[in-house]
């Protein structure tokens, strides 16, 4: 968590340990998806590890973008518009399946999360981690 008083401490804004451990929270939780896919899951059980996946990713982007404006980002504009596409990106794929999202639809949910957020991960957040080791 960022402190509550950002301008307090500029030096304690960042904290890059936080920014890892969200980081690998998301990781996991898009592993039990994944393995859900792939085990004997109901599709009940898919949907809301979908659901919980999204649900800290959209936490996690806010906590983000509070530390980017926090510390004045140069790319704060860029990476909050891709924040915003992903989320659409994920609302209009599970849109596309419709109420009845199968079970063999899942390999191809999994695969989609996981391309979502390494690519997210590789570039825009790759970036914002190296401005905030470099500001800490
Ligand atoms: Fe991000
Ligand atoms: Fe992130």
């Known amino acids: 968590m960022i402190a509550n008083n950002p301008k307090s401490n500029d030096r304690g804004i960042i904290n890059v340990e936080d920014f890892d451990h969200a980081h690998n929270e998301l990781i996991d939780l898009c592993k039990r998806i994944d393995w859900a896919c792939s085990n004997d899951t109901t599709v009940f059980g898919i949907r809301e590890r979908i659901r919980t996946f999204l649900m800290y990713a959209r936490w996690h982007f806010a906590e983000e973008e509070t530390w980017m404006r926090a510390i004045h980002y140069h790319g704060f504009v860029d990476h909050q518009a ?18 009845a999202l199968r079970r063999q639809d899942g390999s191809a949910v999994a695969c989609y999360f996981r391309f979502w957020l390494n690519r997210h991960m ?10 905030m080791g470099s500001t800490a």
Request: avoid cysteine; aromatic fraction near 10%; charge should be negative.
């Open 122 to 131: 590789s570039e825009k957040d790759k970036q914002l981690r190296a401005f």
């Open 82 to 99: 891709d924040h915003a596409q992903l989320l659409q990106d994920a609302a209009d794929f599970i849109d596309s399946f419709g109420p």
